[in-house]
């Protein structure tokens, strides 16, 4: 039995992986189970982690590389060998060499794209990327500007102390386990689980409040909310204004070709106005002390911090929630 940790999403389950040699005297994977000294599932696995030893035994596996020799599209493909692959491979790329910029490529949704990543930054282009969830990438971005971390396997919820608990649209499939043993936890001490989604499944099954939305309208959904706590003055300026680019000024002027832009130091860091000094300081000089209303006119520009804008547009009554709940598909 070896332990590592499960591929087959981004939960990274610990796992005990049982071998057993085969009739070639080489190990070969019978077993997949979940690892009970784990800290992320503790003993737990889904379907999908089980599954796991297809990625080794499938029969549909590609064991060489394949030449396309139809059109394409057709479907229509011979095995060829690594030598013969390789080869091709260096004949398209070789010219390239001279200006790596002029390769751009594209991977699909795999585990190893941290491989592919290394690859194309050594081969010298910038221009490479991989797929990236509408599950997974905006949790993560939420994450990184909320509270300094990306959700999924880099961090998670304060499962020990939250008193409310807001899930959008999460698929069941995804960080199952990390999620439904959290879930558990704040249930078990009565926290408030409020669940939005158009269907009352999964995760949604057990939340106190289910909040059936209209497809594709979360985000006016959550707008609207912003507009409400501005309304109500329930913000945290002071977090604003150490922790995210809220008082980051902007660029105003409507003719100016840096119109929505940060304002930069020379280091290429976003400034802000220091309430102490009332001068221009980059957002993170020690000691400052970021102004979320002072703004700055250069040159015949002002330049206003992200708040401002931010409430000129959210506080506007098109974010109210009688407005926002015709499009939302539920009550105001």
Known sequence: VRQTTCYMCACRCGINVHLRTGEDGEPKVRYIEGNRDHPVNKGVLCAKGSAGIMQHYSPARLEQPLLRTGPRGSGEFKKISWEEALTLACEWLGPLREDPKKLAFFTGRDQSQSLTNFWAQNFGTPNYAAHGGFCSVNMAAAGIYTIGGAFWEFGSPDWDRTKMFMIFGVAEDHDSNPIKMGLGKIKARGARVIGVNPIRTGYNAIAD????????????????????????????????????????????????????????????????????????????????????????????????????????????????????????????
């Open 209 to 332: 409040d289910w909040v059936g939305i209209t497809p594709g309208t979360d985000g006016l959904f959550i707008l609207s909310l912003v507009h409400e706590l501005m309304r109500a003055g329930k913000i945290d300026l002071d977090y604003l204004a150490r922790y995210t680019n809220a008082p980051v000024l902007v660029n105003n002027d409507p003719k100016s070709s840096e119109k929505g832009l940060f304002l930069r130091d020379d280091d290429g860091k976003p400034l802000v106005i220091d309430r102490k000094t009332g001068k221009l300081t980059a957002f993170d000089e020690p000691g400052v002390r970021p102004d979320l209303h002072a703004t700055f006119r250069h040159a015949g520009i002002t330049h206003r911090p992200v708040f401002h804008l931010m409430a000129e547009r959210y506080l506007d009554d098109q974010y109210a929630p009688e407005r926002a709940a015709r499009h939302c598909g539920i009550t105001a």
